[in-house]
């Protein structure tokens, strides 16, 4: 459906040829010339935008858009004048006008403006949309957990929610649920009506991401036809969430340190600061105070969101939650699915019960989902694990690619093309040892052998001798081996 736009001027040609570039551009143009008009235009045929002149015959623009709310009229307003009065123009945009332009009209800026604010009110209303599945308890998100740990955890989350602080840190290893978290904090505060914006610091390119925070004032760059509005802003109300904190640049940083100080915000190029009443809920999977020994993290700035800190325990440390998590991801995908599994195999439960889950809750669901998508009994076998010794699952993985979650979680393996299969490592910011890592595959290729140096070294792709030189040089004793093996 093509976005309606009312035009609401006196001038006749004026409405005449807006309209026609305003079809041209792929919008259903409707026209009204006074306010009366205008009223019940917006009653009648409830426009998306409106384009809205000042000086009317029967009355002042600016009192028809104060008149707005009344139509149930939630939609942009751009202002049109051609004799702009800076009170009119204040009060336009207090009252909420998106922004204005005068006449004679630029088209490219209008352009610009229109395709900005029609965004921008999607994305508003997108926003509604989520916040009311979420109430009408569709997408609710459930935090699932009854160890000590978890309880400890959800009960300090409330209570967080619940705070008047503008500043949260969350902090746990990948996968702990910090997604999860941010969302119940947002909608057990009392700003659960505002919205809810997230943001992944590190999937914003460094040179876009202060003007998406932040907004930025017509002209502030070349690019910078129209006003634009930035995160902060559309996060007015609410809470923003700024995932991966760590990737931050320092100056912005530094910005947004202000802003958490002042409650305000700039937009580039802008000379006021604009009041914005949002919540920051941070999150970062990197040890944020080795960052800012690094020199890579304000240190102010640390503090500054440690005032409310959250650790997100990682899985191995609450393994008692494992089967409560089994079973809840279990009913999940066989929603999902329409599958009918039952549960898992106490051979795979103890096998659960022993790995040690360095992708979290995160690498415990996507085991369970491609184990499900494997298995036809109704049970989960140990053999469908992506970690068991003799695991069905190398293939399956490889055929049953997990987009959102490839990249993250330690434990899933990508095929060469020599039709071996490499895990897909990430290194973490505090570095690794390669030493380190040669040892424990030794150490699990032969668990997986039995202590068999030839099929261990085949597992692995090296001779023999390699592997003797190995277990010599990492000092793999036979009684090591055992202690290896769970
Ligand atoms: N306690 C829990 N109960 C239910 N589901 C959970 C729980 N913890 C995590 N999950 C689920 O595990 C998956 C990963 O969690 P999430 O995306 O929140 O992790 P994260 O900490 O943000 O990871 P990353 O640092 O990689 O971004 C999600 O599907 C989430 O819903
Ligand atoms: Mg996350």
Redesign the pocket.
Known sequence: MKPRILIIDDEKLLRWSLARKLEEWGYDPAQAATCAEATEKFHSDPPDLALLDIKLPDGNGVELLRQLPKEDFSGPVIMITADPQVEDVKTALRLGAYDYLCKPVNLDELRLTIGNALEASQLRAQVANLRDQAQRGMERP????KSPA?RQLIEFVLRAAASPANALLLQ?E???????IARILHQESPRRDGPYVPVNCSAIPENLLEAELFGHEKGAFTDAKAMKKGLFEIAAGGTIFL?EIGELPLALQSKLLRTLEDQSIRRLGGVRDIRVDVRVVAAS?RNLEDEVAAGRFRQDLYYRLMVIPVFIPPLRSHKEDIPI?TA?FIEQFNRRFGKHIEGVTPEAAALMESYSWPGN??EL?NAIQRAMILEDTPRIQADCLPFAPKSRLFMAAAAFPDREDQA?TPGQWRRLPNGRFLPDLRIPAGGTSLEEIEKHLVIEALRQTQGNQSRAARLLDISRDTIRYAIKKHGLQDSERQDANP
């Open positions: 459930e935090f699932i957990g978890a746990g990948s996968g702990t649920g910090k997604d999860l995932d999977n998590l809840f809750v995160r669901r993250n």
